[in-house]
């Protein structure tokens, strides 16, 4: 900035000081004076030349501004965010500040609030919700209710050991079985288990008819299953149920071309998938032992440190069946509140 006359005179290097000492040039004023190349040395005095001396004197070679830095730095890429409703939801882009989503039922949305969840955690499925209630048992007991509470004590002992988890679905509103994909593969999941309970079963049983399948194709994946096998097996072992069983334990089951048949085994690609059926809802017995709250905490205990072991041990689980390969059969689910006329029934939840 330039100085009154009166004062030592000085200018600063800066454009904005050459231009307000060109202004004050122009306006008939003297008294500024360049300084020399860099700012060093004592200041040149200005002579009578006139305005456009002056000029010629302190007119900096013409600047072409350079182009304005990005003001904002690079987003990082965010894969899944949660919403102000608490609803975990695949990325699809930015919106300016706000986000495209994929809804649980796979519909496009905008949200101006949402939060990013963090890569690598595990992600827990609790299958079927809203429209689709899964299995139902003699009861009452709706298996997607039921799905839901153990993997929140799932979640809940997870968190807690220090393992972040992402649930796919956090409340009673249904979800289509691609995006619980989308989230398991775009967090990178460090386990993704989908947790269901059964229906259909072939016989009764001194233990628990817990039914676990692993991709077919990956080591990891089996050894997820075993594990969360023991671990639930011997969590329900104590309670004096008349227990039935489907004769499967650990086992994977293929399509016609290999790939694996159940979408919440297959759909993940990359990940370790499990999917969970941790005991029949379809039997008297289990289904009164199912509804209390108790022995859901003790399923989703059990769950959580099938998944621990997984993460942190080399240990082989067990509970594998052989020959693995089951023919097709009616599995849980398959019930429907809404649907009909053609429409999609999933009802998404408020975001
Ligand atoms: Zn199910």
């Known amino acids: 900035m330039c100085q009154p006359p009166s004062s030592p005179v000085v200018c600063d290097t800066t454009d904005v000081g050459r231009r307000l000492l060109i202004l004050t040039v122009a306006a008939g004023l003297t008294a500024c004076t360049a300084p020399s190349e860099g700012g060093a040395g004592p200041p040149r005095p200005v ?3 006139g305005p456009a001396a002056v000029l010629a004197q302190t007119m900096p070679e013409p600047i072409t501004p350079a182009p304005a830095p990005a003001v904002e730095p690079p987003k990082p890429a965010v894969a899944a965010v949660l919403s102000a409703g608490g609803i975990a939801m695949p990325v699809l882009g930015r919106d300016g500040d ?3 989503v994929s809804t649980p039922c796979g519909r496009e949305a905008v949200v101006t609030s949402a939060t990013p969840l963090p890569t690598r955690p595990v992600v827990l499925d609790p299958g079927h919700g809203g429209y689709d209630p899964g299995a139902v048992g003699p009861n009452g007991l709706e298996e997607a209710d039921l799905n839901l509470a153990v993997s929140r004590h799932a979640a809940a002992a997870l968190e807690a050991a220090g393992f972040p988890t992402v649930l796919t679905r956090n409340g009673d509103h249904g979800m289509n079985l691609p995006n619980r994909a989308k989230l398991a593969v775009g967090l990178q999941a460090r386990a993704f288990v989908s947790v269901h309970h059964n229906a259909a079963s072939w016989a009764p049983s001194a233990i628990p008819g817990s039914e676990m399948y692993h991709q077919v194709s990956s080591a990891e ?3 997820l299953a075993g594990l969360i096998y023991e671990e639930i097996v011997a ?3 104590p309670y004096d149920v008349a227990w039935v069983t489907s004769g499967v334990g650990v086992t994977w089951r293929t399509k016609a071309n290999g790939d694996d048949w159940y979408a919440m085994v297959n759909q993940p690609r990359g990940i370790d998938a499990a999917l969970a059926e941790l005991a029949f809802i379809s039997n008297p ?4 032992l199912l509804a209390d709250p108790d022995v859901q905490r003790v399923e989703g205990q ?4 099938g998944i621990i072991r997984f993460l942190t041990t080399s240990e082989p689980g067990s509970g594998y069946v052989e020959g693995g390969q089951m023919p097709p059969r009616p599995r849980c689910g398959g019930g429907s509140r809404g649907g009909g006329g053609g429409e999609d029934p999933c009802d998404d939840p408020a975001l």
Request: hydrophobic fraction near 50%.
């Open 221 to 223: 994946s089996k050894r």
């Open 235 to 237: 969590a329900l072992s």
């Open 302 to 305: 059990a769950v959580a440190r």
């Open 47 to 49: 002579t009578a030349a």
């Open 98 to 100: 706000a986000w495209k």
């Open 285 to 288: 017995t289990e289904a009164d």
